[in-house]
């Protein structure tokens, strides 16, 4: 596809449990993002991953939370011992490089934890 | 000194109304300034966007008015419509980083 793809599309999990979610950028694009939007809410920056530049991580909430992009395309979203409220949409966008370039989202991940 | 305030959280507006959504930031060193639009269910899509060099901008019912001195900018949607019902989040970033920070968001309604 054309977009930026997401897996799963929903995710339900136990407390307590480690998750992954996926992300499949455009191709080309070198700048990605992941965002949590809790329900009713605005989006909450969790990490930023600019072509070969160290990811900034200033948006992760806890030491739970990791994400990597291997070979500049995919990107896994980690959360580790997943909590309650945790419970929310992640979404990931890409862009190319460079100011004032759109963002593409893709559909996000429901997670529920349990 | 990373924020974007987005006001109101809620909106609800007639048929044919004009819709207005304001937000403010500290940061000066933002350069660009987008607006989304968030359908139930999709991901945020670019709407509109503006760049501090100008005052407005406008494309069909849509105008972003940009003061730069005041770190303000809005959205107006003109003529609207049911299907414009959706929710608006502004955003800032600086060219240097590209790094999107967005407001909290407004949910609009546009009543029949």
């Known amino acids: 596809g054309a977009g930026v793809s997401q897996s799963p599309s929903n995710k339900v999990t136990e407390k307590g449990k480690d998750v992954e979610l996926r992300c499949d950028p455009i191709?080309?694009?070198?700048?990605l993002y992941w965002y949590r939007q809790s329900l009713g809410q605005g989006l909450e920056f969790l990490i930023y991953?600019?072509?070969?530049?160290?990811?900034?991580k200033s948006g992760l909430p806890s030491d739970r939370f990791s994400a990597e992009r291997t070979g500049g395309s995919v990107s896994t979203l980690t959360i580790q011992r997943t909590q309650q409220e945790d419970s929310a949409v992640y979404l990931c966008?890409?862009?190319?490089?460079?100011?004032?370039?759109?963002?593409?989202f893709g559909q996000g991940t429901r997670l529920t934890v349990v | 000194q990373q924020q974007v305030k987005q006001s109101p959280q809620s909106l609800i507006v007639q048929k044919g109304g004009i819709s207005i959504i304001n937000c403010a930031y500290e940061?000066?060193?933002?350069?660009?300034f987008p607006w989304y639009q968030q359908f139930p269910g999709k991901g945020p899509a670019l709407l509109i966007a503006?760049?501090?060099?100008?005052s407005e901008k406008k494309e069909g019912r849509f105008t972003i008015s940009f003061n730069k001195s005041a770190k303000q900018f809005s959205l107006h949607i003109m003529d609207s419509q049911p299907g414009d019902s959706a929710t608006y989040f502004c955003?800032?970033?600086?060219?240097?980083?590209?790094?999107?920070?967005f407001g909290q968001g407004t949910t609009l309604q546009v009543k029949p």
């Open positions: 955003a800032a970033s600086t060219g240097n980083t590209g790094k999107l920070i």
């Open positions: 191709s080309g694009h070198t700048a």
């Open positions: 940061n000066t060193a933002f350069d660009y």
């Open positions: 503006i760049r501090p060099d100008v």
């Open positions: 966008a890409s862009s190319l490089m460079g100011p004032g370039t759109e963002a593409f």
């Open positions: 991953f600019q072509g070969n530049s160290a990811p900034d």
